[in-house]
Nanobody
Framework: QVQLVESGGGLVQPGGSLRLSCAAS????????MGWYRQAPGQEREFVAM???????WFGDSVKGRFTISRDNAKNTVYLQMNGLKPEDTAIYYC??????????????WGQGTPVTVSS
């Protein structure tokens, strides 16, 4: 069984920074794309960022230039560095990973979510 465990959420003032982490554990062949989505109250889940095993990255329009994403393949961990935070970044942030439990058959997995609140 594969588990994704997020950490690093919390309360931060506008303009501040936070770093989220998501570590995968369990038995699997490898992890393809790893990334982050977020969901604010009353809104649909929104794509934030994704990084491939080969370190190519993609970002949602609302976070481009403010957020960066990185991963450590040896640790099966993905990081989201969030700078210049705005109140509209307030949401539950969910880790997502395409896990090859069986080689060449990736299955999406989700973490339990970590809350981020941007407020003065």
């Amino acid at each position: 069984q594969v588990q994704l465990v997020e950490s690093g959420g919390g309360l931060v003032q506008p303009g501040g920074s936070l770093r989220l982490s998501c570590a995968a554990s369990g038995t699997f062949y490898r992890i393809n794309g790893m990334g982050w989505y977020r969901q604010a109250p009353g809104q649909e889940r929104e794509f934030v960022a994704m990084i491939s095993y080969e370190q190519s990255a993609w970002f949602g329009d609302s976070v481009k230039g403010r957020f960066t994403i990185s991963r450590d393949n040896a640790k099966n961990t993905v990081y989201l560095q969030m700078n210049g935070l705005k109140p509209e970044d307030t949401a539950i942030y969910y880790c997502n990973a395409a896990v090859e439990v069986v080689a060449l058959s990736p299955i999406p997995h989700w973490g339990q979510g970590t809350p981020v609140t941007v407020s003065s």
